[in-house]
């Protein structure tokens, strides 16, 4: 057993030094190599309580994976960083072990496929329930290095996924083949047939990359990067003078062609009613700045909130505050343009623990107010269902106002291009993670979402980094972490629908159905002798 810690320890360190953005991603096409020949070795052993040797085996894999990537939670929160790590370590361990369940009982032709199905049917169910944390998810890797990647217009992240799977398995049957044989012509020829098959999907993407126009049209957009601290000052300053300075940091670089101006998440962080919103005095004064420009649209976070004055439970995320009532809190965008009424999104990605309580209905009678307790949020926020987009005032351009936690999520993003978007605005406060790799992983995986979609990103930062995303992946210019001002840029826009936008997650959804499959007939099945 000694032996297969040591192979679990090698594949934890594998995935972690393939990680964005400090990683090398090609250590992910071996990554999983020493934990498949661990998994090899308990459930050919004469041990007992195999299953549960290779659960122990697993976790430490990805106990090690998790912590190096995502330690930087304990910034925002201790406890959420413990338990982020104990628990997508253990989902990932569970997952291993159906593997484990199968192996016993199917041949490798059979359950060297259920492995990436079931991985990937993983994490199609980790982008979608309470307890969503898809920041590990595999495809992921590749975001430093988007030179390789260009078919994601086509496949999305699941498409790397499957890519980085095959040559792990591929890698695996050789060395197994290897020790069963002892000969050196079959780890040649199998090294050279993975290294073939990591080779093609790169020049593929090298053609794709040499290949691809961008749009013709392009709008002129200062994103702004106030850099306040939102453990000391963010909320203590008034939305009146939070307006005055975004207006005073937005005229030291921009002209009578700017198009936008983007202010990051929250921006506004004083709660106003959103109903009474284009009423308020820094909206007003935003408006009248905005109405000097021809063709300017204000983007801006703003935190709102509205109140509910009767007894009974208005809407189910509503929070009761005794005499007050009832209220419900909103993590939102807003655009102000020469329109007396601004438009609104509401995020509806919220971030476990800190915006939402995970199955509210059920725990929160158990644990009561725990998630305040260990770093949550006060009030459980409201979302909504369908995305808008932000449209300028002569209908030229479309903004997609997707809100920080939201930018991780592929098949979420093509929503606002299926709505009409024709470019990315992000808005974002990555301060809660310090200067870690956090804030530089967040960044990283905007690129990704310009390639699947094939749209400019224009991404506003608090803190940092603020910064220009073409359609290709490329960063062409950034605003330093933890330093203020405002960056001016010229980006393209285009009206292309991509495959992996009018298709989504479809790799995803096809490991699910074979997940399925395989597994009722693993069951169905009596163990291999």
Not at 57 to 63: D, E, R
Not at 397 to 414: D, H, K, L, N
Not at 453 to 464: E, F, L, P
Request: charged share 15%; aromatic share 14%.
């Amino acid at each position: 057993m000694r032996n297969s810690y040591l192979l679990a320890i090698l594949s934890g360190l594998l995935l972690a030094l393939a990680w964005p953005t400090y990683g090398i991603p090609i250590l992910a096409f071996i990554g999983f190599v020493p934990l498949l020949l661990a998994e090899k070795h308990i459930r050919e052993s004469s041990y007992k309580r195999k299953g549960g040797k290779v659960f122990l085996v697993s976790y430490v894999t990805f106990i090690i994976w998790n912590s190096i990537t995502t330690w930087w939670i304990w910034y925002s929160t201790p406890f959420g960083m413990f338990f982020a790590l104990a628990v997508n370590s253990l989902l990932m361990a569970i997952v291993f072990s159906l593997y484990h369940f199968v192996a016993k009982r199917l041949p490798a032709k059979i359950h060297l496929i259920f492995l990436p199905a079931i991985w990937m049917a993983f994490e199609k169910f980790h982008l979608n329930w309470d307890f969503s944390w898809p920041w590990l998810n595999l495809g992921n890797v590749f975001s430093e290095y988007t030179t390789w990647i260009q078919w994601y217009e086509y496949t999305g992240v699941f498409g790397g996924a499957l890519w980085i799977w095959i040559i792990n398995i591929g890698i695996y049957k050789t060395v197994v083949n290897y020790k069963n044989n002892g000969n050196r012509s079959i780890l040649i020829k199998g090294v050279a047939r993975n290294v073939l098959l990591i080779a093609i999907p790169i020049i593929f993407s090298l053609f794709l990359l040499n290949s691809y126009e961008e749009g013709t049209k392009k709008a002129q957009i200062t994103l702004l990067q106030p850099n306040v601290d939102p453990y000391s000052q963010k909320y203590d300053i008034s939305n009146i003078q939070m307006a005055k300075n975004l207006i005073a940091l937005a005229k030291q670089d921009i002209n009578q062609n700017t198009n936008y101006i983007i202010a990051p998440e929250t921006a506004l962080a004083k709660g106003s009613s959103i109903d009474q919103f284009d009423d308020s005095t820094e909206k007003v004064m935003l408006q009248d700045y905005v109405n000097q420009f021809p063709n300017m649209q204000f983007i801006t976070g703003v935190d709102f909130y509205r109140h509910y004055p009767q007894k009974e439970k208005p809407t189910i995320t509503a929070n009761f505050y005794g005499r007050n009532g009832w209220f419900d809190f909103y993590n939102a965008a807003v655009q102000i343009n020469k329109s007396n009424t601004s438009e609104k999104y509401i995020k509806s990605k919220l971030v476990v623990g800190v915006e939402n309580f995970p199955f509210k209905t059920v725990l929160e009678p158990l644990l009561g107010d725990v998630m305040l307790d260990l770093g949550g949020t006060v009030a459980m926020r409201a979302t909504q269902e369908e995305r808008s987009v932000f449209k300028s005032n002569d209908n030229t351009f479309s903004a997609a106002p997707i809100i920080c936690y939201e930018s991780i999520y592929g098949e979420f993003v093509t929503g606002y291009v299926k709505k009409g978007a024709n470019f990315l605005s992000i808005i974002t406060n990555d301060a809660w993670w310090d200067d870690t790799q956090g804030h530089k992983q967040h960044l990283s995986y905007a690129r990704l979402r310009a390639i699947e979609t094939r749209k400019s990103v224009a991404r506003s930062a608090n803190t940092g980094i603020s910064a220009f995303i073409n359609e290709k992946g490329e960063i062409t210019k950034t605003l330093a972490f933890n330093s203020k001002g405002c960056l001016s840029g010229e980006i393209t826009v285009n009206n292309k629908e991509t495959i992996y936008v009018k298709y989504g997650d479809y790799i995803a959804r096809i490991a699910v159905l074979f997940t399925v499959m395989i597994l009722l007939y693993a069951i169905a099945r009596k163990k291999k002798v």
